[in-house]
């Protein structure tokens, strides 16, 4: 993944399940924007997580993202 300025652009080859055109940013206490442009979908998450390590972002867009696809699907959205 590479930066830039406040956001994370997930690189093409990346070691990741995220589409090559995924950006994050993260906010205060664990907040993150996730914004997938082939999907056309935003994901807010305004969570606190008292732990650090006790949420995993990527998996829950990986499951997030593979729950979805059979409406991104039909919808004509697909990465």
Not at 9 to 23: K, P, R, Y
Not at 47 to 64: I, K, T, Y
Request: aromatic fraction near 6%; include cysteine.
């Amino acid at each position: 993944m590479a930066t830039g300025a406040v956001f994370v652009c997930v690189s093409a080859g990346a070691q990741t399940d995220l589409a090559a055109d995924t950006f994050m940013a993260s906010g205060y206490q664990g907040q993150i924007l996730t914004i997938i442009p082939s999907l056309q979908l935003v994901v807010v998450r305004l969570g606190l997580s008292q732990r650090s390590h006790s949420w995993d972002h990527e998996q829950f867009m990986a499951d997030l993202v593979q729950g979805l696809m059979p409406n991104l699907a039909a919808a004509g959205r697909t990465a």
